[in-house]
DNA sequence: ACCGTGACGGCGG
DNA sequence: GCCGCCGCCACGG
């Protein structure tokens, strides 16, 4: 790991306080350790500081993409799956909900928007 | 103090 | 929706 710096000790106690069964996106996690820009350098200190107590399988690219693990995105996979998390391809299903920390609704979730979305459709699916 | 690096992000093609 | 390009920032050499 980076030394202890401020910044990588912030990242990884945002880091901590990711509920299991939730993902964040290296982009969350700079932001809410303060750094909205800084989600390149967040994948730097994950790179370095994984094993280390840290729930960092929890911590996907953004769009759901997988991200990487250090080469071991099977496990991440696993460990992600063993908490509830499903990846279908290399993307994690139902992101959008499962995003922390705010599983925000999307923009255009008004009724009518809605209504005509699923209008075609037997049953709602995920995101 | 400068330069390259990367478990990234967004957008355009 | 995938692919590639450019932009971002903290760290280490």
Known sequence: MPRDTEFSKRVLMVVRRIPAGRVASYG?????AGRPRAW????????????AGVPC???IAAAGQLGGYGG?????????AQ?????????????????????VAPPETSPAARASRTAGRRRTRDD
Do not use: F, Q, Y
Request: glycine share 8%; aromatic share 4%.
């Open 57 to 59: 399988h929890r911590v």
């Open 40 to 51: 390149r350098a967040v994948g730097n200190i994950m790179r370095t500081c994984n094993a």
């Open 72 to 80: 071991n995105l099977g496990l991440k996979r696993a460990l992600l």
């Open 28 to 32: 969350d996690v700079a932001a809410a």
């Open 83 to 103: 908490e509830g998390v499903v990846v279908r391809g290399s993307r994690v299903r139902n992101w959008r909900v499962l995003r922390w920390p705010s599983p």
